[in-house]
């Protein structure tokens, strides 16, 4: 089953096998989502700032991990956002016994799979279209996150059309993604040099950017093929 859910800017796809699962994905969007809101509140400097952000006592989880990812990358805690609220939603969904669950929050996705699934890269304009990769049934959560300089509504510094990270950790693929994309400049050299930002970075597992005519691959990373990459199934508002 696949559902499109929009709460405010959070817009994401939802799939897994009952409706129930899905239901507990929204449920942990609007949790989440409202626990970030009260702490933007009480700190609106956490939602503005692009550099590391200290926070000390208590605040709520979804908060805790946006710091942690982007403090590793060396950027803000909003870095982390999407991937995070991914997460959360997966977590939720795999406490109740799924095995297969998944939710794209406009290209930064947590998922759990117990069978193969087909991903597509939307990369834009750039001449290097249909190109996608499977990720093998897994019985643990990972993330798949994507960050763009010419594609959606997120803040990037560099002209990546597609920067693509996989990693375990959601919340620091989604914040990788990022520095990765802010690093990528314009031609091969620059794709080459782009991995600088994530390379030496734990728990990062591997990194695709396309950059124009040129692709790039860092680490371990799921084998390219063909894909249907069709605009209308990208996740967005």
Same mark, same amino acid.
């Given at each position: ?8 800017? =959070?817009?994401? =796809? ?13 449920? @942990? ?15 609106p400097f956490?939602? @503005?700032?692009?550099e590391p ?29 999407? /991937? ?7 977590e939720a ?26 991903? /597509?890269?939307?990369? $834009? ?20 996150? =994507?960050?763009? $300089? ?5 803040? @990037? ?9 996989? @990693? ?15 690093? =990528? ?17 734990? $728990? ?14 860092? /680490? ?16 967005? /508002?």
């Open positions: 089953m696949k559902e499109h859910f929009r709460l405010k800017e =959070t817009i994401v =796809t939802i799939q897994a096998d009952i409706p129930f699962y899905i239901e507990l994905a929204r449920g @942990s969007i609007r949790i989440h989502r409202r626990e970030l809101e009260s702490y933007i509140t009480s700190d956490f939602q @503005s700032t692009l952000y200290d926070i000390n006592g208590d605040f709520p989880e979804v908060v805790r991990r946006m710091v942690d990812a982007g403090n590793t990358m060396g950027i803000g805690p909003m870095s982390a956002v999407a /991937g995070t609220i991914s997460a959360l939603a997966v969904m795999v406490d109740a016994g799924a095995s297969f669950a998944m939710v794209d929050n406009g290209g930064d996705i947590a998922l759990i799979n117990d069978r193969p699934v087909l991903m /597509g890269i939307y990369a $834009g304009n750039s001449p290097l279209k249909n190109i996608g990769f499977v990720m093998e049934p897994r019985d643990s959560i990972t993330g798949v996150c =994507t960050s763009s $300089g010419n594609v959606g509504p997120s803040i @990037s510094f560099g002209m990546a059309d597609a920067a693509v990270v996989f @990693s375990d950790n959601v919340s620091l693929a989604d914040a990788a993604a990022t520095a990765l994309g802010n690093a =990528t400049g314009i031609g091969k050299e620059a794709v080459e040099l782009s991995f600088d930002a994530v390379k030496d970075v734990a $728990g990062i597992k591997g990194a695709i950017v396309i950059q124009d005519e040129y692709m790039g691959f860092w /680490g371990d990373v799921p084998e390219l093929q063909r894909a249907d990459v069709r605009y209308e199934c990208i996740t967005k /508002g």
